[in-house]
């Protein structure tokens, strides 16, 4: 998976908007939608709510858990634990990125929310290269890291397999070159 399919899974998470319009219900695939009435909260998925955002059919209000003290909190946290904390949202990077690329007028204090989003993915990032590091050096099998989230797993995907793939090779070599010697000693000891 690249990014942007991520990302479009990230779409289809929920956010509440103040429409401008009134309108029944929608019945699409994923389930219906609504109705909207002018002035009252509905919730609806993102993506639904960039496009009528950007027609200007409506307020987008951001997530529960954007809020520039709350996403200090889940920092400090972050930077104090070994282990990786359970994130507000499986897809809080992407839902930053979309929301307040969108609607980053409606979004009481976006560029400090985008701070501490940010701040909070390069934490998860050093300590999930560090993680992996230490995998790769101990020469593992397999591992578990709980509370990673979709995008933090798809940034190190494409590196995993081929790290892995190069320390089996080198493992390979160094058995076959240890088989040798043990040979090679075997014929000297043999012809003494």
């Known amino acids: 998976m690249d990014p942007n399919e991520v990302e479009f899974l990230g779409e289809k ?3 509440s908007i103040v429409p401008n319009f009134n309108f ?4 699409l695939i994923s389930g219906s939608i609504g109705p909207f009435r002018a002035g009252l909260p509905v919730k609806i998925p993102i993506w639904l709510a960039i496009n009528l955002k950007q027609q200007h059919k409506c307020r987008i209000i951001g997530q529960e858990w954007m809020d520039v003290e709350d996403l200090k909190n889940i920092k400090e946290e972050e930077k104090k634990s070994k282990v990786f904390t359970k994130m507000p949202s499986n897809h ?3 839902e930053v990125h979309m929301l307040l690329g969108a ?7 976006a560029d400090e929310i985008r701070t501490a989003v940010k701040d909070i993915w390069d934490i998860r990032m050093s300590k999930l290269r560090t993680s992996i590091n230490a995998f790769l050096k101990s020469e593992g099998t397999h591992a578990k890291l709980d509370h990673l989230t979709a995008m933090e797993i798809n940034n190190v995907r494409p590196l995993l397999p081929h790290a892995l793939d190069q320390m089996v090779r080198l493992q390979q070599i160094g058995q076959a070159s240890a088989t040798a010697d043990s040979r090679e000693e075997s014929q000297n000891m043999s012809s003494i």
């Open 13 to 15: 998470q929920l956010v």
């Open 103 to 109: 609607a980053s007028d409606d979004i009481p204090n």
């Open 24 to 27: 029944d219900m929608i019945h």
């Open 92 to 94: 809080y990077m992407d």
